[in-house]
Structure formats: structure tokens, C-alpha cells
């Protein structure tokens, strides 16, 4: 093992900074913690605010990772609204908005990622929303309501969990994707067949392979989408819900090694001497599935920390959890563990009723390796199939796709 440094900085104070810090308590780090967020409030998680918290079924302090007591009790220096301009790894220091520069033993990078927005015509008039703060949530909340209308741009999970948030309030939603069904490049079409199925179920006017023109404004404010086509579809206000982009500028422009965000190694290891990466940035190169990988989920923000937190105290050891969401929309629950990349030459199974909306749905490599699986409306699955994943196990699909055979006896013979 080597000396631990005699401080660590930690840029971005979301879930995985706070969980950062966390892990280097937890494991005997005693130096000096500063945990950096341009936001003002307390680090807090993310997925309530397109669930609960925009559903107005719970509180957001449910989801602050920790109270502020909890940073004063463990000696981290918290600076919330605080922004980092430049990070300079030559000399190890940060430099911060105000030009003061403050150094560092090890540097953590969990700056997390942004909301992308379509180039449209109209795009920044008055009620166009993105959802990723608090605030975003709150204001998209206050948009729902009987006799109200709201267009969605995008059917990925951020799109489809507001529009269920917001017919659950009586609101008209009409989404609008330019793909042929919701979800296809991440589930393929069968699944994605699945939630186009839900969301009409629920009245959603949903309108698929939609190329949108422009949105339409009256005196500044949106009123509508206007499709190539020269449809118009009136609307009360818009969510622009069409992904995220890692925020990665700062790696960029400090010459660490940067693609589809900041590249690491299986320790979490950026490029330059003594950074780190976590959470949604950190393109990492995972020893079990094989490949490098971004993920832009919840349980990568909660467990890629106390990885981080290993390797600058010297006790290197791998990141090999397996990517893991969830989403609720409606009265469906699901939980994907895995990864099937949207390029992978997959095939899918299904145990379980399609029909009733209760089923798992496995993705196999032409060798029938289990790549991933997701379960809807059906519950403790993960930790049973995690096993064939990692291990890259070949099995039976006839046997896969048998609900009373056990994941256990699921392998080829």
C-alpha cells in the first residue's frame, strides 16, 4: 500500500461526491475532505425527482444523503454553490470561478451530467423545461392538472416517468420520439413495444417517428410543437427529456483522457496522477462485462465511491458491480441488471405473461451468454441472475424461459 494523500477534493457534491467522502471516512482516510457542488443544497439522489417527489408522494429530504451535521461530525468541508473554473494537474490544484486555487492530494471527479437540448426553433422560450434539480422538478410539478397540456419531447425513461407523473395528475400528455417506439435502443422493439402498450393505456397521445420542426411560442412562452409535417399540436408547456451528456468539460480541458465521458481504468483511475472518476462521467473499464461502459444510473453514483476511496488509500480492487435501475411509471415496476449495448447482436426471452405485464425478459449473445434481464411486475430477480451474468454462463433458453425451472438450473447441459 502507499501513503494516502494528506487531502482529497471531491468536484460535484451529488450523490456520488457525498458518497465519496463517505467512503473515505468509512475506510480510515484522516485528511482533509472539501466536497465542492455549484448546487445549494445538500447533496441529495436523483431518481425522486422524475418518481415520488415530482408524483408529490414524498419529500425530498428522504432522499439528502446526509444531514448537514453529518459533514461537520466527519470534519468535510462543504462548499455548495460553488463553481470550479479549471483543474490543473500538473501542479495539483483546482481553480475556482473567483480565480482561487485550491490544491490537492488526490482529486475526485463526480461532476455528473447535464440535460441535452434539441437545437429547435423555439427551444429556450418560456415554458420549455429539462428535468435534473430540484428546482427542475418542482417546476414541472406545478405544470400538472386537470384541463392542462404537456408535450413531451423524448420516450427515454426521463420522458415516460413525467408523462406517467403527469397523467396520474389528470394531465393531457402527448410524447413525441422520433424513434419508432419508446426505448428502442435501449430494450430493442419488443420491449419497447411494451411501454408504447402502457402509455396508451393511460391515454397518452403518443406519437412515434415524429420529427419535430420547431416549437411554437406566443409572446415568448411555448404554446405547442409543430411537426415537419406543418402539424401543430397545441400544449401548455414542453419537457425536453432526450438524454444527458457526462459533464466532462473540465477533464477536457485539463488534457485528461476524455471520449464518451472521463476514461478510467477498472480502479477508477483517470489518466492524469492521483484523479479519480465517479458516477455518471466515469467511462470505466469494467472487468466483468469486458468492455468500458457509462452509466447513468443511481447505483453507479452509490457504489463506484467506495472503489475510488480504496484505490487512493492504495488498496486497489476492481469495480465489478453490475450496471442496475429501476423505474416505476404507473402500476409498472421494473429492474434492469446487465448490459446490452444498443449495437450487441442480442436476442430476447421472455418467462412470464406480456400480456399482464408480469414478466422478465433476458437479452443472450448469439453464444447464449446472459447479457442482462429485466423484471416487471416480478421481484426478487436480480440478485438471482447476477450470478450467470458475471459468470458468463451459456444457457438453456428453453429453460430460461420456464417459469418453474430455477435460475440455478438455467445453464445449457
Known amino acids: 500500500m502507499t501513503n494516502p494523500p494528506s487531502s482529497v477534493l471531491i468536484v460535484g457534491a451529488g450523490l456520488a461526491g457525498a458518497k465519496t467522502a463517505e467512503a473515505l471516512r468509512d475506510q480510515g482516510f484522516a485528511g482533509a475532505i472539501t466536497l465542492l457542488g455549484s448546487e445549494t443544497h445538500l447533496p441529495y439522489e436523483r431518481p425522486p425527482l422524475s418518481k415520488d417527489y415530482l408524483l408529490g408522494k414524498a419529500e425530498l429530504d428522504a432522499a439528502t444523503v446526509h444531514p448537514a451535521e453529518w459533514y461537520r461530525e466527519h470534519d468535510v468541508e462543504l462548499l455548495l454553490g460553488t463553481e470550479v473554473a479549471a483543474i490543473h494537474p500538473d501542479t495539483h490544484e483546482i481553480e475556482l470561478a473567483g480565480g482561487q486555487r485550491l490544491g490537492y492530494g488526490a482529486l475526485v471527479l463526480a461532476t455528473g451530467s447535464e440535460p441535452r437540448k434539441l437545437p429547435l426553433p423555439g427551444a429556450d422560450a418560456d415554458g420549455v423545461h429539462v428535468l435534473r ?223 399482464k405485464r408480469e414478466f422478465v425478459a433476458f437479452w443472450l449473445d448469439p453464444d447464449h451468454h446472459l447479457l442482462a434481464a429485466m423484471n416487471v411486475n416480478v421481484w426478487d430477480v436480480p440478485d438471482a441472475v447476477k450470478p450467470l451474468i458475471a459468470g458468463r454462463v451459456v444457457v438453456d433458453p428453453a429453460k430460461l424461459a420456464d417459469p418453474d425451472v430455477p435460475y440455478a438450473e438455467v445453464g445449457a447441459a
Open 133 to 355: 434539480t430540484r428546482e427542475d422538478s418542482e417546476a414541472i410539478r406545478d405544470l400538472f392538472g386537470a384541463e392542462r397540456r404537456l408535450a413531451v419531447i423524448g420516450a427515454g425513461w426521463i420522458g415516460l416517468e413525467v408523462a406517467a407523473a403527469a397523467c396520474e395528475h389528470g394531465t393531457a400528455v402527448t410524447i413525441f420520439e422520433a424513434a419508432e417506439l419508446p426505448l428502442l435502443a435501449v430494450l430493442g422493439p419488443e420491449m419497447g413495444a411494451v411501454f408504447a402498450e402502457l402509455h396508451r393505456d393511460h391515454g397518452v397521445n403518443l406519437r412515434l417517428g415524429a420529427s419535430i420542426a420547431e416549437i411554437s411560442a406566443s409572446d415568448g412562452r411555448a404554446d405547442g410543437i409543430v411537426l415537419a409535417d406543418g402539424t401543430r399540436v397545441p400544449a401548455d408547456a414542453v419537457i425536453m427529456g432526450v438524454g444527458v451528456r457526462p459533464r466532462v468539460e473540465l477533464a477536457r480541458a485539463a488534457g485528461l483522457d476524455v471520449d464518451d465521458g472521463v476514461l478510467v481504468d477498472a480502479a477508477l483511475r483517470a489518466s492524469a496522477p492521483d484523479v479519480y472518476a465517479v458516477g455518471d462521467i466515469a467511462a470505466h473499464d469494467h472487468p466483468v462485462l469486458r468492455r468500458r461502459i457509462r452509466v447513468e444510473h443511481w447505483a453507479t453514483a452509490l457504489n463506484q465511491p467506495a472503489t475510488a476511496a480504496a484505490a487512493i488509500l492504495g488498496a486497489d480492487k476492481p469495480y465489478e458491480n453490475l450496471p442496475y435501475f429501476f423505474s416505476d411509471q404507473y402500476d409498472l415496476g421494473m429492474e434492469y441488471v446487465g448490459f446490452a449495448g444498443p449495437g450487441d447482436d442480442t436476442r430476447v426471452i421472455v418467462r412470464g405473461d406480456l400480456g
